[in-house]
């Protein structure tokens, strides 16, 4: 639910017209109920997206089933990979 949120908080994002805009999303981890916002520039967005398996995530939000390993770890998100692509939202 949260990708398809961020997919749509992009795309609004593209039409207002900035140049480099920044997107104000929510977390992508596994809890159904976690509203924990994150920013991101367009850039940083679609360097995640190519992957199916890659989730932008709110710092530390990290599984500790054995399910999903952080990839990479910035100061104000990071990138969590599923694994096996599981979509635990589907």
Known sequence: MARQ???RIRSL???AGRRR???G???ECIKDDCLAPIVVTLEE????????THYLVAVGHV???DTEQA??????YWVVRR????DVHA
């Open 63 to 65: 599984s500790e089933r």
């Open 45 to 52: 967005y679609d360097a995640v997206r190519p992957d199916p």
């Open 71 to 76: 990839v990479v770890r910035t100061s104000h």
């Open 21 to 23: 805009p920044l997107l």
């Open 83 to 86: 694994r096996n692509g599981v």
């Open 25 to 27: 999303l929510v977390c």
């Open 13 to 15: 994002g593209l039409q």
């Open 5 to 7: 949120a961020n997919e």
